[in-house]
């Protein structure tokens, strides 16, 4: 009954619902092959993929956390010292009482992470070097299944409107309806 989110990637499809553990399947054209699941990963609702890696925000305890995987492993969640090891982030600080609201996916150079009201960019190839950067202090989402890709652009909604970018910048596009969208808000 929790709702389900799931990318595709490192030839499967990944599954994570905030209750269960990350699950994952592969398929032919006609069936489901195989099925898993991987109890070493945290337990989350919000997934993503980037630079051969499955991503998860942090549970309860830990929402601003981003847990990455081991390099083309999906399985991999123990945390080494290789650069292919699996990495943890603090996004904005240990916990800072704002929590990760969705992932925008890769645009560009950077994997595009959402708080409510900030957007950071994950930069980088491996443990060595993978780092975050604030993208915009100002802006945020405030609806992971807003987040959406479309002919090049990033679209999603934040408190005050729906914005896109492809990567040179934000533009809200929600001006010509702004006073429609503040009475859905409110």
Do not use: H
């Not at 650069?83 to 150079?109: A, Y």
């Amino acid at each position: 009954t929790a709702n389900m989110n799931a990318t595709v990637a490192l030839g499967r499809i990944w599954f994570a619902n905030g209750s269960d553990n990350l699950w994952w399947m592969t398929f032919d054209s006609s069936s489901v092959v195989s099925t898993g699941s991987v109890s070493g990963a945290p337990i989350s609702n919000i997934i993503g993929n980037f630079r051969n890696r499955i991503f998860l925000k942090g549970n309860t305890s830990n929402r601003s956390r981003l847990y990455m995987s081991g390099e083309i492993d999906g399985t991999d969640w123990t945390l080494g010292t290789y650069s292919s090891s699996p990495v943890i982030l603090s996004v904005g600080g240990v916990n800072d009482g704002t929590e990760i609201i969705g992932f925008g996916g890769s645009l560009g150079d950077s994997f595009v992470v959402f708080k409510e009201a900030k957007t950071y960019g994950l930069f980088g190839y491996d443990q060595r070097d993978f780092a975050l950067r604030v993208l915009n202090d100002e802006i945020g989402c405030i609806d992971q299944g807003s987040v959406k890709f479309v002919d090049n652009f990033l679209y999603w909604v934040a408190k005050d409107g729906v914005y896109r970018t492809n990567g040179q910048g934000m533009e809200k596009m929600s001006w010509p309806v702004q006073n429609y969208f503040n009475n859905m808000t409110t």
